[in-house]
């Protein structure tokens, strides 16, 4: 089983849809989850982390599930710009290595 | 004002050469990581270094040798290059305290062996 798992992609979606993203991760012990972005030929950059009690950032949600170690991310009236790359990931310490899932692609048409 | 920065941009070399890729963080940050992005886009840890020691040194040929002269530097030096090193390199930094330790990254150096 891969540490972390995402949904196959891609996703195409109309601008304003709303999709989501899945993930699943196989460390219990794991302390910290994010969300990044990448898009095309550039680095990953991070979107937002994601905490128990879930969180909000404009049209992004993301929420996670330590009992069943899963992690998901809403984008909510889709834009043209948030075509890119969503990769789910995961820490387990402090100082330690990201994991990192294979990366859904996210395609928003006009 | 780049937070991390790596240079070169683009790699080309040929097989058997010695290369090098310099990453600098002026973010402050006490750890830094070499991360390998294949042609499947997979990104995955090769070392890390916390105040210039090596705290993680993951399943790479001894062909690789990170060296890290202070905390906002760490190179990584390629020697005898194959064909199968074809793959962009990414920097990162990240500060130790509170969660959730979320990782910056430099913008790549895209390695093409010939």
């Known amino acids: 089983r891969k540490e972390v798992e995402q949904d196959p992609g891609p996703f195409n979606v109309p601008e304003g849809a709303t999709v989501a993203f899945n993930c699943t991760y196989s460390n219990s012990a794991s302390q910290s989850f994010f969300w990044y972005r990448q898009d095309c030929r550039k680095e990953p950059k991070l979107l937002m982390s994601?905490?128990?009690s879930g969180n909000e950032d404009g049209r992004f949600t993301a929420q996670l599930n330590r009992a069943s170690q899963y992690i998901s991310l809403l984008i909510r009236d889709s834009k043209l710009s948030d075509s890119a790359t969503y990769l789910c990931v995961v820490n387990w310490r402090q100082g330690g290595k990201l994991i990192f899932g294979q990366g859904t692609e996210l395609s928003v048409k006009p | 004002d780049t937070a991390v920065s790596q240079t070169p941009k683009y790699l080309v070399t040929q097989m058997g050469n010695d290369k090098s890729i310099k990453c600098e963080q002026n973010l402050g940050h006490d750890t830094m990581y070499w991360y390998k992005q294949d042609s499947k886009k997979f990104l995955k840890i090769m070392f890390s270094y916390n105040n210039k020691e090596l705290i993680i040194n993951e399943t790479v040929p001894n062909r690789f040798s990170p060296k890290s002269p202070d905390k906002a530097h760490l190179n990584l030096h390629i020697n005898s290059l194959e064909l199968g090193d074809s793959a962009v390199y990414f920097c990162a930094s990240s500060q130790e305290g509170q969660l959730p330790y979320e990782q910056y990254f430099g913008p790549g150096t895209r390695l093409t062996v010939t």
């Open positions: 994601v905490y128990s």
